[in-house]
């Protein structure tokens, strides 16, 4: 009976741990960032009507046509610009505006929560600015994999 609840146990375990693994793989941690930084405005499909766009005096553009309306080719450098706040973009108003804070604000050490991973890709110094980097970097990429062709 103590082998037979033994076996039992050990393959609830395998199997929790194939879940786990299947479920890693299928975290997109790009669109994950998007849709809790961007998916407001921009809408969780990134066309641009998200839950607060008819409230804003400039509607936000479509985020899949990026790349159509560069001449096919994704703007890699502009949106990092624009995400960073080296681009301003008037309907996103200054750095100090609430929506945007400190969030994508390397300088400052990161005053709201930021998933742990981010933290374990930083490496072991863990510095603010490798992990806001990669915060964008992530949005760029999931940006770029949903563009329309």
């Known amino acids: 009976m103590v082998k ?3 076996k039992c146990l050990i393959f609830a375990g395998l199997a929790a741990g194939f879940a786990a693994a299947v479920q890693a793989e299928d975290l997109d941690i790009g669109k994950s960032e998007f849709q809790s930084s961007c998916a407001s405005c921009h809408g969780a499909d990134a066309r641009g009507k998200g839950p ?12 899949t046509m990026l790349a159509r309306n560069n001449n096919g080719v994704f703007p890699t450098n502009v949106v990092y610009e624009t995400i960073d706040g080296m681009k301003t973009v008037p309907a996103h108003g200054t750095r100090e505006m609430p929506i945007w804070g400190e ?3 390397p ?13 374990k890709m930083a490496g072991p110094e863990q ?9 964008i970097l992530a949005v760029i990429d999931y ?7």
Request: charged share 25%.
């Open 143 to 149: 940006l770029s994999r949903i563009q329309l062709k």
């Open 52 to 63: 607060v766009s008819d409230q804003l005096k400039i509607p936000p553009p479509d985020l």
């Open 103 to 105: 969030r994508f604000n």
């Open 127 to 135: 510095s603010p600015e490798v992990v806001v980097r990669k915060r």
């Open 4 to 6: 037979c609840g033994v």
């Open 107 to 119: 300088i400052i050490n990161l005053p709201h929560y930021v998933d742990p991973s981010y933290w």
